[in-house]
């Protein structure tokens, strides 16, 4: 599991706009993380998809789409947490 970033507010009902770990690339392991990767909370729940990636390179924002089936109380609880991807 590797960190992703942290929320840093809701955009609409359910998107989520998530402002990036730094990615360095001079390792392999700093590389941005890819469209339509599920993201998680830390408690291993699957919340949405990455849909969009924009930003600066090393401190890029995301823009991850909620599941349906989660309710928005659970959204808002998940601002200022950190946000994974496997």
């Keep these: 599991?590797?960190?992703?970033?942290?929320?840093?507010?809701?955009?609409?009902?359910?998107?989520l706009v998530i402002?990036?770990?730094?990615?360095k690339s001079e390792?392999?392991?700093?590389k941005i993380p890819r469209l339509n990767l599920v993201v998680m909370d830390?408690?291993?729940n699957q919340i949405g998809?990455?849909?969009?990636i924009f930003g600066p390179v090393n401190?890029?924002?995301?823009l991850v789409k909620g599941f349906k089936r989660i309710p928005?109380?659970?959204f808002r609880g998940l601002v200022n947490e950190r946000i994974y991807v496997r």
């Design 19 to 23: 402002r990036g770990d730094e990615f």
């Design 72 to 74: 928005d109380s659970e």
């Design 27 to 30: 390792n392999a392991s700093g």
């Design 49 to 52: 998809t990455i849909v969009n």
């Design 42 to 44: 830390k408690a291993l």
């Design 1 to 15: 599991m590797k960190r992703l970033g942290t929320v840093l507010h809701r955009s609409g009902s359910k998107n």
């Design 59 to 62: 401190h890029p924002y995301f």
